[in-house]
């Protein structure tokens, strides 16, 4: 942990729970800085702004933050920054799948305030901490494994241009999100495309989507 006060990033967008992790927090680190993000772009504007930041709370399911998309996203943007998901999904394998794609920590949301204060306490010792289900889950297969290591290497725009082709906008209308040229975003799809894998949108955003927390339904609904 940094000397001085630590700053913890905590991205959920549900303000009844970033109220709940935010107590946590500042009972265990009085003097700690707390920033906040309700969804994907702001989380990444927050990381990018406080590179030296302690710890990241993270909730799987922010807009724009679908399954462990984001999870990998910033594990290779910000290797630095521990992160510790917290989520509702409590199955085992959620939680095994969110450790192998290096989160630090799970909680789960329907912890009580002294577990959550120690999990975090554990992460910002340099340690981990993960609920006992965690032994049972099945861990990642090859293709998900095959498919985070792809993501990785998305650019931050890149990423954002793919999250918004999995919400089904056309170029015009990523385009125009981003403040960029038509021309920008072609080139950046000409690049996921590659970096995926990938033949076309429709079959990136198929590829993005063993991310998900529920895979095959994800794909059974395409």
Same mark, same amino acid.
């Given at each position: 942990m940094n000397a001085g006060a630590p700053t913890i990033l905590v991205a959920d967008d549900h303000p009844l729970f970033r109220e709940a992790l935010k107590g946590a927090v500042e009972k265990l680190l009085p003097q700690a800085r707390l920033v906040e993000s309700e969804n994907a772009d702001s989380l990444f504007a927050s990381a990018e702004a406080h590179p030296e930041a302690d710890l990241l709370l993270l909730d799987l399911n922010m807009p724009g933050a679908h399954g462990f998309s984001a999870l990998v996203h910033l594990r290779a943007a910000q290797p630095q920054l521990p992160v510790i998901v917290v989520s509702a999904r409590e199955e085992a394998g959620v939680v095994r799948r969110a450790l192998e794609h290096g989160a630090a920590g799970f909680i789960p949301k329907s912890s009580d305030p002294a577990t959550i204060r120690a999990a975090i306490a554990a992460v910002l010792d340099g340690g981990h901490w993960s609920p006992p289900q965690a032994e049972h889950g099945e861990g990642l297969a090859p293709e998900e494994a095959h498919i985070a290591a792809r993501i990785r290497e998305l650019t931050p725009q890149q990423f954002r241009v793919l999250g918004m082709l999995g919400s089904g906008l056309l170029n015009k209308q990523i385009a125009h999100a981003l403040g960029v040229?038509?021309? #920008?975003? $072609?080139?950046?799809? #000409?690049?996921?495309?590659? $970096? *995926?894998?990938?033949?076309?949108? #429709?079959?990136?955003? *198929? *590829?993005?989507g063993r991310l998900a927390l529920d895979p095959d339904a994800a794909i059974a609904a395409d």
């Open positions: 040229s038509e021309a #920008t975003v $072609k080139a950046h799809m #000409t690049a996921i495309l590659r $970096k *995926l894998g990938a033949n076309n949108r #429709t079959q990136a955003v *198929l *590829l993005a």
